[in-house]
């Protein structure tokens, strides 16, 4: 390759994926703190969790001055469970983003199956990220069923006019690229030919899953059409990633220079230990004890979702460990930093943030299903007309997300009740 290889522009407030070895989105495991993990241990850019454009179209944007986050929020009917909490603490945060920290190394993906709802939505965070990302890839029912993720790898002139749309809508006002991530198709031909059409429509960066729809994620990710997708990028000066059992830098490095990719993406290796994106002379990988005692700081500094703090925490601390059991039995930061011994660095920091997410000692007294009842046509009363949350429309972060249950529901049952099966979704 020279130096006067095409390449698509890349915006003023955009990044340029080449060379970048990043965090891949993943729902209820790529929330705000393990992103602001990865990019401490070396991440050079990172994915949000898909967030669904439907989900996204309503919240209101706050600055929030504790945890210096940008929160994206909606009324949750979740706050009539309990009428005696503020009417702060019933707005639920569909979107956290921490400028500061992620600054312009922060790509927002988004699950859509049209147009006008992807450009509606992409419109409120494209301000705050350096990147709207299309989710073409997940097999999921849920996202297939509405015509998202890998159903698009079906209707390829439906995804062109989705990318298209957003980077002459999004994009192109505020100067931020707009990318796709995908899975390989059965054969080269169709691959081919879906990589061409996509990188005609504006794009500056695609990321191949190295897998097919139906592969399940213990399938070794095959590599033998990567070439060929870098090729065709290469040639419509597109960035390519690639992605699929990639378990660290060094492997990131190699694999990169083997197949004349422009860069990788690493999903469930970093989900474990994030210190995966570390450079060997860096230390490399760190053991799972620093990993986890930075990600509990981080958590309770960004106030985490505690649910969604103790579902990572069970990915990160291996099995085995005592300090599993035992973080699975905490109910709240203020127990977890005493079972994990930090409670003299954070005992102060936790019980704050069980105070303002009224978890542990703080948790008010739940409601029968009557007094739920009443709370909810009262607070229905109250309410100004809104948008009623369609299926599509319901956040799939979190404990909502593989379980396919409404984020109310979800937030009520702790990671024991997560299937064991739930992380390895591949999608
Ligand atoms: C828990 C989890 C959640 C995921 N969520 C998403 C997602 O929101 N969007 C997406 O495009 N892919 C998602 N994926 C797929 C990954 O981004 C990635 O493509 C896949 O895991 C393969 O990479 P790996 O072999 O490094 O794990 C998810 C994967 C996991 C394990």
């Given at each position: 390759m020279t130096s006067t290889a095409k390449k698509v522009p890349i915006p003023r407030n955009g990044v340029d994926y080449r060379g970048k070895i990043v965090l891949a989105p993943m729902v209820r495991s790529g929330e705000c703190p393990s992103r602001l993990l990865a990019l401490k241990y070396g991440a050079d850019l990172v994915w949000g969790p898909e967030t669904i454009d439907k989900a996204l179209i309503g919240t209101t944007r706050h600055e929030n001055p504790t945890t210096k986050t940008v929160d994206f929020t909606r009324q949750s009917s979740n706050g009539a469970k309990n009428p005696a909490i503020n009417a702060d603490q019933r707005e639920s945060v569909i979107y956290r983003l921490h400028p500061e920290r992620e600054g312009r190394r922060l790509i927002y993906q988004i699950g859509t199956s049209n147009p006008e709802t992807a450009v509606e939505a992409a419109k409120l965070v494209a301000p705050d990220v350096a990147g709207i990302d299309v989710n073409a890839g997940c097999p999921k029912p849920f996202s297939t069923i509405g015509g998202m993720g890998a159903a698009l790898l079906k209707t390829p002139d439906k995804l062109c006019s989705i990318l298209s749309a957003l980077v002459k809508e999004v994009g192109e006002p505020n100067e931020i690229g707009i990318s796709v991530k995908i899975r390989i198709l059965e054969t080269e031909e169709e691959t081919k030919a879906l990589v061409t059409k996509l990188c005609a429509t504006g794009i500056t960066g695609l990321t191949v899953h190295c897998r097919t729809t139906p592969m399940r994620p213990r399938e070794r990710a095959i590599r033998d059409q990567l070439r060929m997708v870098a090729d065709v990028c290469r040639e419509a000066g597109v960035a390519c990633l690639m992605n699929g059992d990639v378990a660290s830098r060094e492997e990131a490095v190699g694999l990169i220079s083997e197949y004349g990719v422009d860069g990788a993406m690493i999903a469930t290796a970093a989900e474990t230990n994030p210190s995966v994106f570390r450079t060997k002379p860096e230390g490399g990988k760190a053991p799972w004890e620093e990993v986890v005692k930075e990600y509990v700081k981080t958590a309770i500094e960004v106030e985490n979702r505690w649910g969604n703090t103790k579902y990572l925490l069970g990915q990160m601390i291996?099995?085995?460990?005592?300090a599993y059991k035992a973080m699975m039995a905490t109910k709240s930061y203020s127990d977890l930093v005493k079972v994990l011994d930090y409670q003299e660095e954070f005992g102060e920091m936790a019980k704050d943030v069980d105070k303002r997410l009224d978890i542990g000692e703080f948790e008010k007294p739940k409601l029968t299903k009557a007094e739920r009842k009443a709370a909810a046509k009262q607070a229905e009363k109250e309410k100004e007309p809104q948008r009623t949350p369609t299926a599509a429309g319901i956040k799939r972060t979190a404990d909502a997300a593989e379980l396919d249950m409404p984020p109310d529901v979800a937030r009520d049952r702790g990671p024991a009740s997560v299937p064991e099966q739930a992380s390895a979704l591949a999608v």
């Open positions: 291996p099995g085995k460990q005592p």
